[in-house]
């Protein structure tokens, strides 16, 4: 099974699937939830079960940008742009009148644009943070070189995962293309997942390296890669299988998060056995020392 030696294939592919969500972030940007977005959502809870689209109908009526989601068969989830006291009291008592509601099972939280500003900052620093770290922990354990190639497949997975994102949220207007912090938490463990496997091969390579053979730089890469490859896609696939039972039976306000922990991890898996060891192939030819 030569795979480095197929890595054009696999470097294609991959740009091929991370292509067309680039795009989409560049000319639709993303669907941000309400702690990026800031906005008002009230968390509803019925005495009988109400649908989402009636909720949604009476809340078009306010143009307040509102969004419904079903929470369960007795609950709807409605997020709307920031609202003034007397718009969002005039809402309130408006869908208490139409709606059965009960008002100790009902909730409501507000988000300003400031502390939405805040949060976007944390997050893009919390993954600038976990990067760098990475960056400086491959360099003393191996070298500089496989800490820029495991990094290479990292933006791999986080473009990947972005790019799936704005089109689920902006090109099919889907909830589950929400960008909140549940997202971000789930850039960061994928991170986390993607870099764990991709040590594995780096540190099989370096062994294989340490031993007198007659194999080629890009052989022992090569061997390296199909001696981890039955480890690496177990440990996948047992989270993976986690997670689609997770998926299928969540509810609606943590499908995103799911989803998104889902091609992550797969992504990751895919990156860390066809990118970034062979991307130590490509640096090797251009650079011998």
């Not at 079903?70 to 005039?90: C, D, R, S």
């Not at 764990?196 to 090569?222: G, K, M, W």
Request: charged share 15%; glycine share 6%; net charge positive.
């Amino acid at each position: 099974m030569d795979i480095v030696g197929r890595r054009n294939w696999y470097f294609l592919l991959s740009l091929a699937i991370i292509l067309p969500g680039i795009l989409s972030m560049l000319f639709f940007g993303f669907r941000l939830g309400i702690d990026f977005q800031g906005g008002d959502q009230y968390n509803l809870s019925f005495t009988r079960p109400v649908q989402a689209s009636a909720v949604q109908k009476e809340m078009d009526t306010f143009n307040v940008e509102a969004t419904v989601q079903q929470a369960g068969p007795n609950g709807v989830l409605i997020t709307t742009k920031p609202l003034g006291n007397t718009q969002e009291t005039t809402i309130r008592a408006d869908l208490t009148k139409k709606f059965p509601v009960d008002p100790t099972k009902s909730s409501y939280a507000s988000v300003g644009p400031t502390i939405a500003r805040e949060l976007v900052v944390g997050a893009g620093g919390l993954i600038a943070i976990a990067s760098i770290l990475i960056v400086a922990y491959l360099s003393f354990r191996f070298n500089y070189k496989f800490a820029v190639c495991a990094i290479l497949a990292l933006l791999h997975d986080v473009f990947l995962l972005t790019g799936v994102y704005s089109i689920l949220g902006k090109v099919f207007n889907s909830p589950l293309g929400e960008i909140n912090t549940l997202f971000v938490t789930a850039v960061l463990t994928v991170i986390g997942f993607s870099v764990h496997d991709t040590i594995v091969i780096f540190d099989r390579i370096r062994e294989n390296l340490r031993q007198a053979s007659r194999l080629t730089f890009e052989q022992n890469v090569n061997l390296s890669i199909i001696q981890s490859l039955a480890r690496s896609l177990n440990t996948s696939m047992t989270v993976v299988f986690v997670l689609v039972a997770l998926f299928l039976i969540s509810p609606q306000s943590i499908k995103g998060f799911t989803l998104a922990l889902l091609i992550g991890i797969i992504s990751g898996t895919y990156s860390s056995i066809f990118n970034a060891s062979p991307l130590l192939v490509v640096w090797r030819r251009l650079d011998p020392r």
